[in-house]
């Protein structure tokens, strides 16, 4: 694993506020300062291991936040409405102790790309959510298993008719092409065979059936291997192949990598890793989260931030918590800025990075900032006050002020040269959150 | 919040995306209509059918005995198609676009694919979007990006290409140095408030940029720049359409090529305009669907259209409709169609030769049960880029593509 070895800090790359800021940023949905401060006193395996086992944040979480979450999730789905189910994944973000589980459950979310556009069922988009967040950080084969019954994900890719006398190749094409294999690693011949082999697998009312009358149990080959395979050999077939573990290793690193900082030795490696390892998450995640590579200078503020990430790090980092902002407009904005929750663009999910920053998108963080520091994320309006959670903080002076939120929400002393110091502090704070800086983390 | 002319003109001039352009205000000095004696004033509209459009039930060969052959339960009955001749009729639901064949204003390419086919939809868009059919080439650069890369920057300092929709701009508008931008309506792209961030803070020091493409940071500055130089273009875009009295259907796409029609008739300095409509991928249960699909394909065509013709535009502009692949000609079990081949593609505006072009792919005479392209899309894209772009570098399509009767003489 020489890719991947353990970090140490070094007086060249130290465990400095830049670093802990870097983590929260890139792993979580940023931190407020005493969860920054706490880190930075307790050293990095401390604040590694915390958001590893999701309890990383302390402010803002609400006692009883999981039966919160529970009611606003039933009442969204009670209602059909998948607005309201939007507004609800924001509300977890917003107020999760386990920050990484809800940003593996974005990555899974992106994975299995399934658009409410033609399920049209808050409920079970709601029920695939929740097997997204329970396997979040679980050996991938739960998952799969767990997925290739999913009726949301069924029925998006059209498993209502998949009879021995037309296997749904589509079905097929998918689960190889995108939530295992990838493109390239398997035969036009391996589609039709895994095709037959998943035939009869269907919903009905709402639920995963097997109907074994439309079974093809005929001898199929697969990847070489002939046999009378079914769907859970399929299942089995798929989690054995090498490509599915690169696969994997590549979402990971997708998503706590940045630009061009893994190269295909790298990848390798923890693909090889998470074969050994029944391509266990949780694992890949710890490794990846605690590798020098992860704190090394040039993996530091070169990923584009996705606008859940932006939008919900931006709120932590800054406390607004109470009164919590309404989260259907959080939902509104994160659509504008071109992440639509339970909408995804098509089944290969959001194209990410640098395909983030349209001039559209880039207009709308704007305009979030200047809504979130204006109060209008609120109902009714609740303006933002910069100098009481600067001063909360100990800062008092104005100039002590502008250093505390270039520290919190950039992870430096010095602001971004050029920013207008002759501001009142609430549009400086909505200048840094607008900034070309903080839109990467 | 208002900003004085003065800011504007500041900003414009002191960004180094507009530093190409004149600095005089362009959009005022620049005549409304060149068209007719230069290349420059010509607008390219791309529809994008997304999840490859049904062909053989858009312009549906009637009298071919395959159709009934392999068309059972979703064949459209003859007497409620639209003849254009006796070998082919309309989908029912094309009846603007009919009417637009009639008045001279529609070309129908048939029978479009390419060698090979892919069958999947990544691949198979990735083919149309960059015209390449080499792998490795699909997430570089789509072929109007490297069209636009012949252009200079638009005078006004508008992007080359603008997507109207959702989605981040397609590959086929990535080019090396053009530019192209999403947005979903104009209200997008006005800033409740403009950050302090002075324009020189944005803007990468002289000569970074060429060089370090890669760097994440140089991209993100330049981004805002041209998003904040955007959204002063579409604050005063906007004054100028607030009397507009077109009719579109109150569907998506038809708000989306209200929106292009906005900025074309604002003289907005893009040269191409992309719009997606999805949905085409009709595994099940095809026939409503399709029908309501090409409905709205219709409608909004033939209103943006006529929104220009009536604001004496048109004649700059040509609409390209095209899907990324036809679909299998035999349908599925569950009312619907599997991925298939070649498909028509649709040419409309006042400049195409109307009328049907290409012979009518036979539904007997099949290739592995799908249908034979008889021309392939890229003799579309030269005759697109040479007779209507004025684009005639080699480099955009690699080879050398027999062009097709598309226009007028």
Redesign the interface.
């Known amino acids: 694993m020489d890719s991947w070895e353990p970090w140490q800090p070094s007086a060249d790359e130290p465990w400095d506020l830049r670093r802990v800021v870097h983590l929260h940023r890139r792993a979580a949905f940023a931190a407020t300062w005493k969860e920054i401060r706490r880190d930075l006193d307790d050293g990095p395996h401390a604040a590694i291991d915390r958001l590893l086992k999701g309890d990383s944040r302390v402010e803002g979480v609400p006692d009883d936040f999981e039966k919160m979450a529970g009611v606003i999730g039933d009442a969204a789905v009670g209602l059909g409405n998948v607005n309201r189910l939007k507004a609800w994944w924001f509300y977890r973000m917003l107020f999760t102790p386990d920050p990484l589980g809800e940003r593996l459950t974005l990555m899974w979310h992106n994975h299995f790309a399934t658009s409410n556009v033609k399920i049209e069922d808050a409920a079970l988009m709601r029920r695939q959510n929740a097997v997204l967040r329970t396997c979040a950080r679980a050996p991938f084969g739960e998952m799969l298993r767990r997925m290739a019954k999913d009726p949301a994900l069924l029925l998006w890719l059209d498993a209502e008719v998949n009879r021995k006398e037309h296997p749904n190749e589509n079905l097929a094409r998918e689960i190889m092409e995108l939530f295992t294999l990838g493109v390239g690693n398997y035969t036009e011949n391996d589609i039709k065979e895994v095709a037959r082999a998943l035939t009869g697998h269907t919903v009905k009312d709402g639920e995963f059936r097997h109907a074994a009358r439309d079974h093809d149990d005929g001898e199929k080959t697969i990847f070489q291997q002939t046999g009378r395979w079914s769907g859970d050999d399929v299942v089995r077939l798929l989690l054995e192949h090498p490509a599915t573990a690169r696969r994997l290793a590549f979402r990971i690193c997708e998503q706590f990598m940045g630009e061009g900082n893994v190269d295909q030795a790298a990848l390798d490696e923890l693909a090889n890793g998470l074969r050994a390892r029944e391509l266990d998450i949780g694992w890949a995640a710890a490794t990846v989260l605690h590798s020098a590579a992860f704190f090394s200078e040039r993996n530091l503020r070169n990923r584009v931030l996705a606008p859940v990430e932006y939008l919900v790090g931006a709120l932590c980092a800054l406390e607004v918590f109470d009164p919590p902002p309404s989260t259907l407009l959080l939902a509104e904005r994160s659509a504008n800025l071109g992440q639509d929750l339970f909408y995804p663009p098509n089944v290969f999910g959001w194209p990410g990075g640098r395909a983030w920053l349209t001039s559209r998108a880039i207009i709308g963080r704007t305009n979030f900032a200047t809504a979130l520091v204006a109060g209008a994320l609120h109902h009714p309006s609740h303006p933002f006050d910069a100098a009481a959670l600067a001063e909360g903080h100990g800062a008092s002076e104005v100039a002590d002020q502008r250093t505390f939120f270039s520290q919190l929400l950039l992870g430096r002393a010095n602001p971004p040269d050029g920013l207008s110091h002759d501001d009142t502090l609430d549009r400086y704070v909505a200048s840094l959150l607008a900034s070309p800086e903080a839109q990467l983390a | 919040m208002f900003r004085t002319r003065f800011h504007r003109r500041e900003f414009l001039t002191r960004s180094s995306l507009i530093a190409l352009a004149p600095s005089v205000p362009v959009f005022l000095a620049r005549a409304a209509s060149a068209a007719e004696t230069s290349y420059d004033g010509r607008i390219l509209v791309v529809i994008q059918l997304?999840g490859g459009n049904d062909g053989i039930n858009t312009v549906v060969p009637y009298t071919d005995e395959g159709y009934a052959k392999h068309r059972d339960k979703l064949r459209l009955p003859t007497e409620q198609l639209i003849k254009v001749n006796d070998q082919v009729g309309l989908h029912p639901s094309l009846r603007p676009m009919a009417d637009l064949l009639e008045d001279g204003r529609l070309a129908i390419v048939q029978g479009v694919g390419y060698p090979n086919p892919n069958r999947?939809?990544?691949?198979s868009m990735a083919i149309w979007h960059t015209a390449r059919m080499d792998r490795d080439e699909h997430k570089t650069f789509g072929w109007l990006g490297r069209a636009m890369d012949e252009r200079p920057v638009p005078a006004d300092g508008a992007?080359h290409a603008v997507l109207l929709g959702?989605?981040?701009?397609p590959v086929a508008l990535r080019g090396r140095r053009s530019t192209s931008?999403?947005?979903?309506n104009l209200q997008?792209?006005?800033?409740?408030?403009r950050?302090?961030?002075?324009d020189?803070?944005?803007a990468a020091a002289p000569g970074q940029d060429q060089n370090q493409d890669?760097d994440?940071?140089a991209?993100?500055?330049r981004?805002?720049l041209?998003?904040?130089a955007?959204?002063d273009l579409i604050e005063n875009v906007t004054q100028n359409v607030a009397n507009d009295r077109s009719a579109y259907p109150a569907t998506q796409l038809a708000e989306r090529l209200k929106s292009v029609a906005q900025l074309i008739k604002a003289n907005f300095g893009t040269p191409v305009y992309y719009a997606i409509q999805?949905g085409y991928d009709t595994?099940?249960v095809q026939l409503p669907t399709h029908a309501r699909l090409l409905r709205e394909l219709a409608g909004a065509l033939k209103a943006f259209l006529d929104d220009l013709r009536t604001a004496r535009l048109d004649d700059r502009v040509l609409v390209l409709c095209f899907s990324e692949f036809g679909r299998r000609v035999q349908e599925?079990?569950?009312l619907?169609t599997?991925?298939g081949t070649a498909g028509p593609v649709f040419l409309a505006g006042p400049r195409v030769a109307a009328g049907m072009v290409g012979p009518t792919p036979s539904l007997i005479d099949l290739e592995d049960g799908d249908l034979k392209a008889a021309i392939d899309f890229r003799q579309v894209y030269a005759t697109i880029l040479h007779q209507w772009l004025g684009i005639t570098s080699p480099g955009v399509l690699t080879n050398s593509f027999e062009l097709l009767p598309i226009f007028n003489a």
Not at chain 2, 166 to 169: K, L, R, V
Not at chain 2, 181 to 184: D, F, G, Q, T, Y
Not at chain 2, 188 to 193: E, I, Y
């Open positions: 997304s999947s939809h990544d691949v992007p959702d989605d981040s701009p931008v999403a947005l979903a997008d792209l006005k800033l409740a408030s950050p302090t961030l002075p020189h803070r944005l890669d994440l940071a991209f993100a500055r981004a805002a041209d998003a904040y955007t959204a999805p595994h099940a599925d079990a569950s619907g599997d991925h």
